[in-house]
């Protein structure tokens, strides 16, 4: 009859600590570190008269402009676009030219307006608030 070699005892102990070390820290990690909410630009209500502080784009396909805050971005799709501005905002403006099909972008600091040339109109593609 052969004897059968017992190998050492497996260190389950070990690991179970170094786990239990790991995972500790990784939710002390979790409770100190503050949860930050994620950053997206909003639609908001224009007000009548139009809250100035809001960044805006005005067009000739609805009958009001469309107004923006909160710091972030968001996509859309603002067409026949003709005037920005940026209220008390440092905003970027991306759209395409619908005449030519140009994709640019409009960045305005606080307080700026900008209005397209040449009667050209817009597609506004995005908007990021600083």
């Known amino acids: 009859m052969s004897a059968v070699k017992i190998g050492r005892p497996v260190r ?3 690991l179970l600590k170094k786990i239990t070390a790991i995972a500790a820290v990784a939710v002390g990690l979790a409770i100190a570190l503050p949860a930050t909410p994620a950053a997206a630009v909003s639609f908001v209500n224009c007000g009548s008269p139009v809250i100035q502080e809001y960044a805006r784009v005005e067009t000739d396909y609805l009958p009001g402009p469309s ?3 909160n710091a972030g971005a968001m996509n859309l799709h603002l067409f026949l676009s003709t005037k920005f501005h940026s209220g008390n905002n440092k ?7 619908q005449e030519n099909n140009y994709q640019t972008s409009l960045t305005l600091e606080k307080w700026q307006d900008r209005t397209l040339t040449f009667g050209f109109h817009a597609t506004v593609t995005s908007v990021v608030i600083w």
């Open 91 to 97: 905003v970027t403006f991306f759209y395409t030219v």
């Open 67 to 69: 107004c923006f805050a």
């Open 12 to 14: 389950a102990h070990g």
